[in-house]
T-cell receptor, first 114, second 114 residues
Framework: DTGVSQDPRHKITKRGQNVTFRCDPISEHNRLYWYRQTLGQGPEFLTYFQNEAQLEKSRLLSDRFSAERPKGSFSTLEIQRTEQGDSAMYLC???FGQGESGYTFGSGTRLTVV | AQSVTQLGSHVSVSEGALVLLRCNYSSSVPPYLFWYVQYPNQGLQLLLKYTSAATLVKGINGFEAEFKKSETSFHLTKPSAHMSDAAEYFCAVSEGAAGNKLTFGGGTRVLVKP
């Protein structure tokens, strides 16, 4: 068990560019979550997958955001036409079942849009 | 809808003194409750969780929390603060056995004075 891995750790991009982040969950975890955290705030839910199915999306997830989890393993989060307001830490978490064993978080990807 | 309120965005304690971080939640179903700690530029680490077993929950690093249904609270305590406890702490709730995501409070930053 190597925990939840996120790549890259940091990303600086110019406004208007597209970015993609990757999350590798704990292998036996069937649920995978994406959260966004801005400075001084708690994480906010974006979306989650159960296996390969995307079961819920927050209204925070605008049309510029898309997430996938092909084959129910790793997941990608893509942001198109980035805006300065997208600058945040993007956290991935995974869990088994309904979270009774806890949710394990990755170290996050810090996005800076300049 | 579930929500979490953490009273006090900043708490300052002396080394060796009691740490008390307050968390109140709302949930329409029996909740699962969690405390996470976050160090600068890192992800979230689980301190402890309540999932409908014992109401007094012991976690890592000497922390514990008590679930009080009548008060809808899940306050976090540690008898004696250590310098390494300086971090940000987040309380989170999920919808228990029907849960699919965590909802976080705004966080409390702990400063430990020597």
């Amino acid at each position: 068990d190597t925990g939840v891995s996120q790549d890259p750790r940091h990303k600086i991009t110019k406004r208007g560019q597209n970015v993609t982040f990757r999350c590798d969950p704990i292998s036996e975890h069937n649920r995978l979550y994406w959260y966004r955290q801005t400075l001084g705030q708690g994480p906010e839910f974006l979306t989650y997958f159960q296996n390969e199915a995307q079961l819920e999306k927050s209204r925070l997830l605008s049309d510029r955001f898309s997430a996938e989890r092909p084959k129910g393993s790793f997941s990608t989060l893509e942001i198109q036409r980035t805006e300065q307001g997208d600058s945040a830490m993007y956290l991935c978490a995974s869990s088994f079942g309904q979270g009774e064993s806890g949710y394990t978080f990755g170290s996050g990807t810090r996005l800076t849009v300049v | 809808a579930q929500s979490v309120t953490q009273l006090g965005s900043h708490v300052s304690v002396s080394e060796g003194a009691l740490v008390l971080l307050r968390c109140n939640y709302s949930s329409s179903v029996p909740p699962y409750l969690f405390w996470y700690v976050q160090y600068p530029n890192q992800g979230l680490q689980l301190l402890l969780k309540y999932t409908s077993a014992a109401t007094l929950v012991k976690g890592i690093n000497g922390f514990e929390a008590e679930f009080k249904k009548s008060e809808t609270s899940f306050h976090l305590t540690k008898p004696s603060a250590h310098m390494s406890d300086a971090a940000e702490y987040f309380c989170a709730v999920s919808e228990g056995a029907a849960g699919n995501k965590l909802t976080f409070g705004g966080g409390t930053r702990v400063l430990v004075k020597p």
